[in-house]
C-alpha cells in the first residue's frame, strides 16, 4: 500500500520533469506485481496450512493487519484512474465504468471489514486494556474511509449523474470513517496520558494517527472538484458547488492542522527512542504521511500558492527517502530472519 501511494504522490505532483509520469507508471506496475505476488504467497500459506487464516485473524495484533490488504486495493484503483488517463486528456469509457464499479464493488467490502471485525473485536471475552492500546485499533476502519479518497480521484471523469451519486457515497464513507477514527484518538491520547509513549520498536506505528484527518482532508478537496460544475442541489443558488468547495478547503485546512500535530507527536516520539528491530508498524512512517502529503498539495492547488506548493514537494522528498530507508530495512529484516521467521514476526506480542 505504501507503493501504490507513492505512485498517487507521483502522479500529483506539482512541480515535474520530462519522465516522472513515467516513473511513476513504473512504480505502478511494480506495485501490481508486489500485490499480486505476495497475495498469490498469502493464499497458498492459508491453502498449505489448515487454520492459519483463521488463526491470523483473530490474533490480538497480526489480526489488526487484515484491514491493509483493501488499503493496498484503494491505491491500485486510484493508480489506476491516474495512470489510465492520458495525460492532459480524458480516461476511456471502458475505464470509466470498470473504475465505477470497482468503487462500488470496494464500499460494499469496506463496509463488511469496518463493521465486521469490530463486531468481532466486541464480542471477544479478551479484554483490550487501556494500556496496550495501538493506533493500529484504526486499521479496521481505514477502508472504509479510503473509499472517500476513491470517490474523490474518480469522480471528476465520471458522467455527471454518477458523479453526484459517487460523491454523497464518498462524503458517507468518509464521515464514517473519520468519526470512528476520533472515538479512536480518545483512547490514544488517554493510553498516552495514562500509559506513556509504545516501546520503542513500535513507536513508528503512531504516524498511522496522521492518516484520518490527512486522507480526510484529501477527500474534501477531491470531492468538491468532483461535483458538476453547474451542481445546486435545491436549485435556488444557495448550495452551490462553489460553496461546496469553499466549505471543503475550511474542512481541509482545519484537519490538515490535526494531521500536522500527530505527525510532530510521532517524530518526537521516535527520535526519543529509535527503534531498533524492523517492524510492520514501520511502514506507517510512508503511507499515512502519504495522504498528509497529497493534502498538504491538493490545500497548495486550491490556494493557489506555490509556497504551499513548493512545500508539498519537500514533502514528496523526504517520504521518498523514507520509503527507501523502510523498504531497506524490511528487506534487511527478511535476510537476517529478523521478520517472517516464528517467534520474530507480528504474530507475537512485542520482538
Not at 75 to 87: A, R
Not at 89 to 110: K, R, T
Not at 116 to 135: A, D, N
Not at 237 to 258: E, N, S
Request: hydrophobic letters at 50%.
Amino acid at each position: 500500500m505504501s507503493t501504490g501511494g507513492l505512485s498517487l504522490l507521483i502522479a500529483a505532483q506539482p512541480h515535474t520533469f520530462p519522465g516522472l509520469r513515467q516513473i511513476g507508471l513504473a512504480v505502478y506496475i511494480i506495485n501490481l506485481i508486489i500485490f499480486v505476488l505476495l497475495t498469490s504467497l498469502m493464499v497458498t500459506r492459508f491453502l498449505l496450512h489448515s487454520g492459519t487464516f483463521k488463526a491470523s485473524l483473530t490474533h490480538p495484533r497480526e489480526g489488526f493487519f487484515f484491514p491493509t490488504f483493501f488499503l493496498s486495493i484503494a491505491t491500485l484503483i486510484t493508480s489506476t484512474q491516474k495512470y489510465g488517463t492520458p495525460e492532459g486528456g480524458i480516461p476511456s469509457m471502458d475505464l470509466v465504468w470498470v473504475l465505477h464499479i470497482a468503487f462500488w464493488i470496494y464500499v460494499v467490502l469496506a463496509t463488511a471489514v469496518a463493521v465486521g471485525q469490530y463486531s468481532f473485536l466486541f464480542s471477544q471475552k479478551r479484554s483490550f486494556g487501556l494500556h496496550t492500546m495501538m493506533p493500529t485499533w484504526i486499521l479496521p476502519i481505514f477502508p472504509i474511509m479510503l473509499s472517500g479518497t476513491i470517490a474523490a480521484v474518480i469522480s471528476p471523469y465520471q458522467p455527471a449523474h454518477r458523479a453526484i451519486i459517487i460523491v454523497c457515497a464518498g462524503l458517507t464513507c468518509q464521515g464514517l470513517g473519520v468519526a470512528v477514527a476520533l472515538m479512536m484518538y480518545a483512547h490514544m491520547v488517554g493510553r498516552l496520558m495514562s500509559v506513556g509513549l509504545p516501546c520503542r520498536e513500535h513507536r513508528p506505528g503512531l504516524f498511522m494517527c496522521v492518516g484520518p484527518p490527512s486522507f480526510t482532508a484529501l477527500a474534501f478537496l477531491g470531492m468538491a472538484q468532483g461535483l458538476p460544475k453547474d451542481f445546486d442541489h435545491d436549485m435556488d443558488g444557495l448550495m452551490d458547488a462553489g460553496m461546496i468547495r469553499t466549505m471543503a478547503v475550511i474542512g481541509a485546512v482545519f484537519l490538515w492542522a490535526l494531521a500536522f500535530w500527530w505527525f510532530f507527536i510521532g517524530v518526537l516520539a521516535v527520535l526519543a527512542s529509535r527503534p531498533k528491530y524492523f517492524h510492520l508498524g514501520w511502514w506507517a512512517s510512508v503511507f499515512p504521511n502519504t495522504g498528509f502529503t497529497l493534502a498538504t498539495i491538493s490545500i497548495g492547488n486550491a490556494f493557489k500558492s506555490e509556497a504551499v506548493l513548493w512545500f508539498g514537494t519537500a514533502m514528496s522528498i523526504c517520504l521518498l527517502c523514507t520509503y527507501l530507508f523502510v523498504l531497506g530495512s524490511h528487506i534487511k529484516a527478511v535476510v537476517v530472519q529478523d521478520i517472517c521467521y516464528p517467534g520474530r514476526d507480528e504474530d507475537v506480542e512485542d520482538h
